[in-house]
């Protein structure tokens, strides 16, 4: 399907190559890059390849100053399609394909990876069991980093397995987490019982 008309859903099938291109052009040219999303929860429909990304810096000048690179972010973006919009916080492309591309640029400094992934990838319902957890335990959460109260420096944590074991809940497959936080039963307790 080839049309530039307006945002359409494809199936998974049909997404996932558009989601291996999104990466492929992105993961050269950022520091971390994760196609999110329904496109890896492989829900039935994808109407949309969202990802995230944390953008490379320049090497420091004289005075130590790094500056963003988001110029090879949008010339890479610009080469899946037509950009239709950029801010500060999305940059959104229309595929040939239809469907839309919505890239979430992060400075990699001010972000806990694995937290920002989770909620990325959704639903909200589990990353708010994943909140409450890491808040039971006595770090705060942000929209973008999960952070010491004592310090308010965000965790460096990758993997979402991690953090999910420091928040004391079940780490969950992307595809199975909407199923599993409608499931009635406890949220993790501080002290890490069920």
């Known amino acids: 399907m080839t049309s530039l008309a307006g945002p359409v859903s494809l199936s998974y099938a049909e ?11 992105l993961a050269p040219v950022t520091d971390r890059c994760q196609v999110v ?6 829900t039935t429909l994808v109407s949309a390849v969202e990802v995230l990304v944390t953008y490379r810096m320049t090497e420091p000048d004289l005075l130590g100053g790094r500056t963003a690179r988001m ?28 469907l839309s591309i919505h890239c ?4 990699a400094d001010a972000v806990t990876w694995a937290w920002l992934v989770l909620q990325a990838t959704g639903p909200a319902s589990y990353a708010e069991v ?5 808040e039971a335990r006595g770090f705060r959460a942000t929209d973008r980093a999960v952070l010491s109260t004592v310090t308010d ?18 780490y969950v497959e992307p595809r199975e987490r ?4 409608l499931k009635p039963g406890p949220v993790p307790t501080s002290d890490g019982r069920d």
Do not use: N
Request: glycine share 10%; aromatic share 6%.
């Open 15 to 25: 997404a996932a190559p558009v989601g291996v291109a999104v990466h492929d052009a």
């Open 37 to 42: 999303g329904g496109l890896r929860r492989r």
């Open 130 to 134: 994943v909140r409450r957890g890491v």
């Open 178 to 181: 909407a199923a599993w936080a």
């Open 153 to 170: 420096v965000p965790f460096d944590v990758d993997d979402e397995m991690v953090l999910c074991q420091r928040a004391g809940v079940p």
């Open 71 to 98: 110029d090879v972010v949008l010339a890479a973006l610009a080469r899946l399609g037509p950009i239709a919009a950029v801010s500060e916080s999305r940059i959104v492309v229309r595929h040939a394909s239809g």
């Open 104 to 107: 979430f640029p992060y400075h």
